[in-house]
């Protein structure tokens, strides 16, 4: 019999975690990546940021539709 093999947790559950941890840290670095890039002044650069490490899937979200608006500066 093999211990290490766990028939309540199967391979799909961990293949799927997985895949969202990688969706996470991507959706969180292009965030901050766009930030960082955008023309916002240094001080709201700096908030923005700050949402997006507390509230990272919340926060990434709330960049891309608020605060990446092309034309806006504030």
């Known amino acids: 019999?093999?211990?290490n093999l766990n028939?309540?947790?199967p391979i799909g559950y961990d293949?799927?975690?997985g895949i969202s941890a990688i969706?996470?840290?991507a959706l969180?670095?292009?965030a901050?990546?766009?930030v960082l890039r955008s023309t916002h002044p240094w001080e709201s650069k700096i908030g923005w940021c700050a949402i997006i490490a507390l509230l990272p899937i919340v926060?990434?979200?709330a960049w891309f539709f608020l605060g990446n608006r092309?034309?806006?500066s504030s």
């Open 1 to 3: 019999m093999d211990d």
């Open 7 to 9: 028939p309540t947790v």
């Open 15 to 17: 293949i799927a975690w």
């Open 23 to 25: 969706l996470w840290f």
């Open 28 to 30: 969180t670095a292009t």
């Open 32 to 34: 901050l990546l766009s």
């Open 59 to 61: 926060g990434a979200t």
């Open 70 to 72: 092309p034309g806006r």
